[in-house]
């Protein structure tokens, strides 16, 4: 195995960067070519049926049946024209990725002649019916009721992966109930529109629809496909669950907006490329802080669109890395001791008008707008932070949570000094002064060729899960792997909620004979001293704000299965109920589905762990070992026994400190493995779940330590698996 590690080292060193050749238009010249766009349409639908599903898009009204064939019409003549020969319902099943199934558009010819013919009918764009009993339900389905519906989603449009038209669904059961991600985020992203334009009128009675925003950033590793072979632990868990530290890592500070490594830049240049093809307007790439980890982020866009092309956008990556002998590793926390990868979640919300909700306005009634959104905003994350925390917490994102400059796994808001001081005014202020908030400052450098630097009216904080970064919410807690609807539904699902308690309020006190902007005052000035609890400016990793975190009753849980019981609280149960997007039996089925997921992730954990200890590290060390003994008796025979104890007395030491190291990992390899026996004879997901996080894994940082001293100590020619060093620095 050894022969391997250096064999997959010779072969990563010599890699050299795969040409990527740009194509001879610009990118507006072949943007959104594989995607079946409002461009697109214009060309293959009738100018009715256009403005139809237009409407559907931009206004959420319902499309009728019959106009689904005609658009079916035209997307079958538009994906054949592109090479496509099949179509499939693209959906989000409760897993960590897409779901699809591909059929021909072949189809009988009725008559005596037979023959065949393509054909796509709008039944088939607007319904399918995958088998539902082979993903997760969480109960809802037993294993034997295979009957579930995929429903088009005309508001993302359909696109072609190879020779195949995706068409982005929701997925539902039989009775009804969601079984995806997608669904829940539209019905949260319809009750925010509903609720926040209710909002709006009371400063702009002509605005008629509110828009969520979604700009996600995405961190992710590369390394090389050859030493991602030989590492078993990073083949099957993505992440590695054992390895020293390399002597080098991210101390320097040198990786962080450094120049890309060739072989980097040319897989970023052809995802780039890609993603305009799809539609997806990336914007931004960069090295990120720790070594081999990289950053990618679009133009913010519509969320439920956002969403799907994040997704999409993953999907490109994995399958443009393999090309260039790389292997794409997404889990938020694959190295120890650096930086993990997560994907802040920039949202905001938006009016038909132009007008953004989060962004300082220049009058008086604009910036009362402003701070009526973002004390609501603060209302609503206080309210449910432990929802919002659920709603990011996964096995993986767990280890990163609180370390190496992540956020920590309790939900506060940063503001900064400028919105904090408008905030405290408020509260203070006994009668309706103006709000003036200065949208940008500038200060001078006093360097003659620099010109003045526009600071934006908050600074940046890097331990806060959930900061206002001048026009928008950057939500920082999201994990790299996750599905963003996740999140996103929890938020705007909050948000929606808070914004008609909001309205009931300021109805109830207009009704009472306040005028509406005193009625407003007077509600802001409550919420915002209810709220105080959940803002927090300073470092979210002290022990201080651990403690001060408990006094003002936030969730500071951090056992992941124990997270998710806050999805079936009353509270969030009412929550979700009151505003339409998920029912109770929805929500103890999707934590049904979470505590299985968390257990069996751990449960492969612990046996990949187990394994590479006892086939690789204790026949490895031992062999070393036997190495050190045979050199004393060497020693022994050569030499009499006081200059042969002198000279060997550092083997005997290390021979020593091997055995105690080799039989602490036998020892605790055994206990896991009886502990894990014991939590899979548990029924409940719950109690299984709970069982793997308390008993299990409490294994897996103690085996840990006693394989990476071993490996400090052990002759490198002997040792297998490719180290940190050689994993972070050769790209």
Sequence with gaps: MSTLRFKAVEEASKRTPLEVTPPTQLPSEYY??????????SKYLSKETMNIVLEAIDRGTTL??????????????????????????????????????????????????????????????AQQEPDASSFPSGGIRNTFEARGYTAWDPSSPAFIIDDTLCIPTVFISYTGEALDYKTPLLKSLSAVDTAAVEVCKLFHPEVKKVYSYLGWEQEYFLVDQALYAARPDLSLTERTLMGHESAKNQQLEDHYFGAIPPRVASFMREVELEAYKYGIPLKTRHNEVAPNQFELAPIYGETNLAVDQNLLIMTLMHRIAVKHHFKLLLHEKPFAGINGSGKHNNWSLGTDTGIGLFTPGKTANENLLFVTFLVNTLMAVYKHNGLLKASIMSASNAHRLGANEAPPAIISIFLGKQITAVLDKIEQSSEDDDITVDELKQMKLGVAHIPEVLIDNTDRNRTSPFAFTGNRFEYRAVGSLANCSSAMTALNAAMAA????????????IKKGMKKEEAIFDTLRLYIKESRPIRFDGNGYSEEWKEEAKRRGLDCETSVPLIYDIYTSKESVEMFESIGVLNEKELHARNEVKWETYT???????????????????????EYQSMLLDNIYKMHAVFDKEKADRLSKEDAALIEEIADHISAIKVNVDDMVEARKAANKLEDARE????????????????????DKLELIVDNQMWTLPKYRELLFIS
């Design 64 to 125: 009728y049946r019959g106009i689904a064939d005609h658009v079916a019409a035209g997307m079958k003549m538009w994906a054949m024209e592109m090479g496509a020969t099949h179509y499939t319902h693209w959906f989000q099943p409760l897993t960590e990725g897409t779901a699809e199934k591909h059929d021909s558009f072949i189809d009988y010819i009725n008559g005596p002649d037979g023959g065949i013919i393509e054909r796509f009918s709008g039944k088939l764009l």
């Design 688 to 707: 299984k779940a709970v069982a793997y996080h308390d008993k299990v894994e409490v294994y897996f940082n103690v085996i840990r330590y006693h394989v």
């Design 32 to 41: 959104g070519k594989y995607v079946f766009n409002r461009t697109q349409m």
């Design 600 to 622: 069996k992730k751990i449960q492969i954990e612990a046996r990949v762990l187990g394994d590479l200890c006892m086939n690789h590290i204790i026949p490895v060390a031992t």
């Design 498 to 509: 808070q914004l008609i308690d909001f309205k009931k309020e300021i109805d109830l006190k």
